[in-house]
């Protein structure tokens, strides 16, 4: 058997498009949440430490400029955060939204697993993007190792969405 790796790009249907523009609204609505409570706890963290400077009998435990020197930096680094990890992630699908295609690409199937703690039923294949894929029962049944199966997913974002 011969490993070569065919892939090949197809537009996305219009199911597939509602899939990431779904996945975008609830991941931009969790970004939101995190930096709406990195924000409070900015604010929470430097006055929690002058309360416990003042308990230890520190003179100036309550310095306006360290309260506010200390929350711009931790502003700062949730925003960093944040931004970088938006970045990183969700701009992908923006872009696979952008592109509307996706990647199909062949593999071949090396072991099948059945996993008895959720009875699922997954295949492990020999793709760059995806170790294994979880597979109804009549395809684990009715497919060996060494078949081809060919798995759909995202062209940047490297989403799954279907094999077939």
């Given at each position: 058997?011969?490993?070569?790796?065919?892939?090949?790009?197809?537009p996305?249907?219009?199911?597939?498009?509602?899939?990431?523009?779904?996945?975008?609204?609830?991941?931009?609505?969790?970004?939101?949440?995190?930096?709406?409570?990195?924000?409070?706890?900015s604010?929470?963290?430097?006055?929690?430490?002058?309360?416990?400077?003042?308990?230890?009998?520190?003179?100036?435990?309550?310095?306006?400029?360290?309260?506010?020197?200390?929350?711009?930096?931790?502003?700062?680094?949730?925003?960093?955060?944040?931004?970088?990890?938006?970045?990183l992630?969700?701009?992908?699908v923006?872009?696979?939204?952008?592109?509307?295609?996706?990647?199909?690409e062949?593999?071949?199937?090396v072991?099948?697993?059945?996993?008895?703690?959720?009875?699922?039923?997954?295949?492990?294949?020999?793709?760059?993007?995806?170790?294994?894929?979880?597979?109804?029962?009549?395809?684990?049944?009715h497919?060996?190792e060494?078949?081809?199966?060919?798995?759909?997913?995202?062209?940047?974002?490297?989403?799954?969405?279907?094999?077939?």
């Amino acid at each position: 058997m011969v490993n070569s790796l065919l892939r090949y790009n197809e537009p996305l249907n219009n199911s597939e498009i509602d899939f990431l523009r779904k996945k975008v609204g609830g991941e931009r609505k969790q970004y939101y949440k995190i930096y709406s409570m990195l924000m409070i706890l900015s604010f929470l963290v430097p006055f929690a430490g002058a309360w416990y400077r003042a308990a230890g009998g520190v003179a100036n435990a309550f310095s306006p400029l360290r309260y506010f020197g200390f929350t711009a930096f931790l502003l700062f680094l949730s925003s960093l955060a944040v931004g970088l990890s938006y970045r990183l992630y969700l701009r992908k699908v923006f872009w696979d939204l952008k592109a509307h295609t996706k990647t199909i690409e062949l593999s071949h199937i090396v072991r099948k697993q059945f996993m008895p703690q959720n009875n699922s039923y997954h295949f492990y294949i020999d793709s760059p993007n995806r170790l294994s894929i979880e597979v109804s029962q009549d395809d684990f049944y009715h497919m060996d190792e060494g078949d081809e199966v060919s798995i759909e997913y995202t062209t940047h974002a490297k989403i799954f969405l279907g094999y077939f």
